[in-house]
T-cell receptor
Framework: QKEVEQDPGPLSVPEGAIVSLNCTYSNSAFQYFMWYRQYSRKGPELLMYTYSSGNKEDGRFTAQVDKSSKYISLFIRDSQPSDSATYLCAMSKGSNYQLIWGAGTKLIIKP | DAGVIQSPRHEVTEMGQEVTLRCKPISGHDYLFWYRQTMMRGLELLIYFNNNVPIDDSGMPEDRFSAKMPNASFSTLKIQPSEPRDSAVYFC????????????FGDGTRLSIL
């Protein structure tokens, strides 16, 4: 079993919809949680970063961490075709540890 | 400021040939990472350096793979001899400071071994 599980999709939704992307993990020691966005033929870029539990909002994006359920989510409001990309979750146990990556979910926003 | 620069962007070569991938990290970053990405296995960490010193190479698949970082502004990943199963996109990333800081990725080298 992988330490971080993420449904690869693809997830296809109409423009304007609210999108929910999720990852589950098995190691309760994870403390730092990140979401990266990867456009086709590009490298991943950091989208959101949270420490421990709770929510973090940045514009149309909200990251949520539920440590009791070992579950993290990324919500995208008012989704746009430009949001079409692969979204990867990543997490680590602490500042001296390296990131463990999810497989990535391919998101398609239909105009 | 320029981001992480990788070269070449694409490489097609025949099995058995030596392949060298190059990376220039962001100036001032003290960590450098080499990743491999495939559909089947996702993003895999191969090796990372801190201040030009290799710290963890446990992700390097075989002795055919080697990586060097002769100075703070340059790193190479070499495959010798190459095999078709090495076909993947190879990413270099750099980071300033500890693990909670973001990694900045290059646009990758798409490698095809025939």
């Amino acid at each position: 079993q992988k330490e971080v599980e993420q449904d690869p999709g693809p997830l296809s939704v109409p423009e304007g919809a609210i999108v929910s992307l999720n990852c589950t993990y098995s190691n309760s020691a994870f403390q730092y949680f990140m979401w990266y966005r990867q456009y086709s033929r590009k490298g991943p870029e950091l989208l959101m970063y949270t420490y421990s539990s709770g929510n973090k909002e940045d514009g149309r994006f909200t990251a949520q961490v539920d440590k009791s359920s070992k579950y993290i989510s990324l919500f995208i409001r008012d989704s746009q075709p430009s949001d079409s990309a692969t979204y990867l979750c990543a997490m680590s146990k602490g500042s001296n540890y390296q990131l463990i990556w999810g497989a990535g979910t391919k998101l398609i926003i239909k105009p | 400021d320029a981001g992480v620069i990788q070269s070449p962007r694409h490489e097609v070569t025949e099995m058995g040939q030596e392949v060298t991938l190059r990376c220039k990290p962001i100036s001032g970053h003290d960590y450098l990472f080499w990743y491999r990405q495939t559909m089947m296995r996702g993003l895999e960490l191969l090796i990372y350096f801190n201040n030009n010193v290799p710290i963890d190479d446990s992700g390097m698949p075989e002795d055919r793979f080697s990586a060097k970082m002769p100075n703070a502004s340059f790193s190479t990943l070499k495959i010798q001899p190459s095999e078709p199963r090495d076909s993947a996109v190879y990413f270099c990333a750099s980071r300033y400071g500890q693990g909670n800081q973001p990694q900045h990725f290059g646009d990758g080298t798409r490698l095809s071994i025939l």
